[in-house]
């Protein structure tokens, strides 16, 4: 079962003490083989789960860096068929990594949830995180992610309740994506660290499935210090900038910096 490696990846890390470094990156920015490069690049540097983006014409969940990135893939013609052929190339090269689709509800709709979730399953993809999809739409979908073994993440954000934190607890798989501020994607010199922590703690006391929190992230002190409280942490917009930019040393220096915060929260 493709949930597996998800499950297995937070098993394996919680083994070892560290915490799990989630790479966002968008597939097709700057251009096809520089994002192939760049994803090889973060998953070689020390990226424990990917997540892939799909370019749609309206992300709303997204800063100015990802809202680009976006915006330059779909006008160099990506399509889902190029998502799954970079992910059929790194599912060979990396047969263990989990990878998760990050996509909005439009295209899995207008593609049929169906024909989505066998695509994405043949192809290496171990399930989706859907920002615009509440938990209580998610039915449908969910029961086709559950025909082909996929997880489907749910997000919670800052101003989550007890209640809905309850309620995406049940309907998530593999992990939460805990949102850290309101507001879209984008690197932060600071973050509301303390704010983040109780937040993180209310999501355990009614949940005990792995909680990533995102949204902002750009040092690995932040990883840091994120770290001593949730089981992984998602950095994107960064590694977003640094791959348009084609700085794909810089791109893997910047992961081992990340990723050390995940091992050193501890110390």
Known sequence: MRKDRLTGRFKELNRRGERALVSYLMVGYPDLETSLKALEAVLDSGTDILELGMPFSDPVADGPTIQKAHDVALKGGIKFSHVLEVSSRLRDRYPDTPVLLMTYYNPIFRI??????RLASEKGIDGFIVPDLPPEESGELKEACDIYGLSLVMLASPTSTEERLRLICRETEGMTYLVSITGTTGARDR???????RKVEAYKRVCNKPVVVGFGVSSGEQVRELSAFCEGVVVGSLLVKLAGEGRIEE???KVRELKEGTRTWNS
């Open 112 to 117: 049929g949830l169906d024909k989505f979730c």
């Open 191 to 197: 973050l509301p660290i303390e704010g983040i922590r």
């Open 251 to 253: 791109l893997k220096e």
